[in-house]
């Protein structure tokens, strides 16, 4: 299994623009976490799904953060309009068994 | 609720020494605990998991985790480091019933000294 795919691994753009980060999980988990790691606030899980219904996105920012997953192998993460202040790196993990996997992340850069 | 509480934002070790990072959580139920590391630029890699089963788990790289429940503690722990143990290292718990989800600690960096 290629494990949990992100894309992209980096995305630089400017403030206002939208945001879209994909996430492909393990084929057969069914969970899948969405989480933001930066430096002031360590790792925070954003929201997550379970047989892609979305179970608890108290962690989601703001309303400028969505979350979808239209089937049980892909998710995506979109922030419209996008901030400075969302710079951080994005972590899609998913899950069968009690741990999670974690993809690479996609660092994003709001300038 | 669940939470995770790691001690020391960074632990600083010589090459050959004991490594010890801690971890209290708290949960009102019977929790999983997982030790996670994270070298630069990737992901979180599972190091270890505690699933009630023994109460002293062992992991790749070495490392070993002992559940203490009277301590509400996981700590994680390396006999000799190596100069590649140098990453950051989360604790983590979610409980084992109902709708999961995973609650990450601070994070400790560990620096190795040569």
């Known amino acids: 299994d290629a494990g949990v795919i992100q894309s992209p691994r980096h995305e630089v753009t400017e403030m206002g623009q939208e945001v879209t980060l994909r996430c492909k999980p393990i084929?057969?988990?069914?969970?899948l976490f969405w989480y933001r790691q930066t430096m002031m606030r360590g790792l925070e899980l954003l929201i997550y799904?379970?047989?892609?219904?979305?179970?608890?996105d108290s962690g989601m920012p703001e309303d400028r953060f969505s979350a979808k997953m239209p089937n049980a192998s892909f998710s995506t993460l979109k922030i419209q309009p996008s901030e400075p202040r969302d710079s951080a790196v994005y972590f899609c993990?998913?899950?069968?068994?009690?741990?999670?996997?974690f993809g690479q992340g996609t660092r994003l850069t709001v300038v | 609720a669940q939470s995770v509480t790691q001690l020391g934002s960074h632990v600083s070790v010589s090459e050959g020494a004991l490594v010890l990072l801690r971890c209290n959580y708290s949960?009102?139920?019977?929790?999983?605990l997982f030790w996670y590391v994270q070298y630069p630029n990737q992901g979180l890699q599972l190091l270890l998991k505690?699933?009630?089963?023994?109460?002293l788990v062992k992991g790749i790289n070495g490392f070993e985790a002992e559940f203490k429940k009277s301590e509400t503690s996981f700590h994680l722990t390396k006999p000799s480091a190596h100069m590649s143990d140098a990453a950051e290292y989360f604790c983590?718990?979610?409980?084992?019933?109902?709708?999961?989800?995973?609650?990450f600690g601070a994070g400790t960096r560990l620096f190795v000294k040569a």
């Open positions: 983590a718990v979610s409980k084992n019933t109902g709708g999961f989800k995973t609650i």
């Open positions: 949960s009102s139920v019977p929790p999983y």
């Open positions: 993990a998913s899950r069968r068994s009690p741990e999670a996997f």
């Open positions: 799904f379970n047989n892609n219904v979305p179970i608890d």
């Open positions: 505690y699933t009630s089963a023994a109460t």
């Open positions: 084929s057969g988990h069914d969970y």
